[in-house]
């Protein structure tokens, strides 16, 4: 069953250090996608192991870290499930957000991961999204995608001179407010304040 008609792809995080009892979650997380007809990255998880990585050459390993980046560049969206402690799965939560991609984190258990307090919080792109059991696991796996849909904003490019964007790069490390969700900030202000605009919307 397809919970709607906009397929995307989306990025799988979590810890491999963790796969070794989160297994069955992870791979549970990968066919509820799939069978709603979207694609999902989960190689970099399912197919390899802690050990294994930790034994690969230095730039092997810096290859395959690399990619795990690019894949959450190039993705729609970012699952994440962060139920084992994992600064890496953190970090990469964070990449995600910086890129302006929707990203769901699941968790099992009562009490939030800790990694919640370091994250940017001032973003409508992160949904956090509790669990107990597989059957819990299954809707709120239906809301994430329902969310990351509704997420997908109307991409609009334009360029920008070398000091206005010396100035968001600023903004973004003072304020901890990416620089979409600041232009976005300033956008909702200004049409706060445009009366003629709220006559006609």
Do not use: C
Not at 32 to 42: K, L
Request: aromatic share 12%; net charge negative; charged share 20%.
């Amino acid at each position: 069953m397809r919970y709607n008609t906009f397929l995307m792809h989306i990025f799988l995080a979590a810890s491999i250090h963790g796969k070794s009892h989160s297994l069955a979650i992870y791979q549970d997380i990968v066919n509820q996608v799939t069978a709603a007809g979207h694609t999902i990255q989960a190689d970099h998880l399912l197919k390899t192991s802690h050990d294994e990585l930790q034994a690969l050459p230095h730039a092997d390993q810096m290859a395959f870290y690399q990619g795990v980046i690019d894949g959450i560049k190039q993705a729609d969206a970012v699952f994440a499930e962060v139920s084992y402690p994992s600064t890496s799965v953190g970090y990469l939560m964070s990449v995600a957000m910086q890129a302006n991609k929707p990203t769901v984190a699941f968790y099992n258990g009562d009490k939030e991961p800790h990694l919640f307090h370091y994250l940017e919080k001032n973003t409508d792109k992160l949904q956090v999204a509790r669990y107990s059991n597989p059957a819990e696991l299954k809707q709120e796996i239906k809301f994430g995608l329902e969310f990351i849909t509704s997420s997908q904003d109307v991409r609009f490019n334009f360029f920008i001179s070398p000091p206005l964007s010396s100035y968001l790069d600023w903004i973004a490390r003072s304020q901890k407010v990416p620089r979409s969700v600041y232009l976005r900030q300033l956008i909702d202000e200004d049409m706060a304040h445009q009366a003629e605009y709220q006559r006609e919307a």
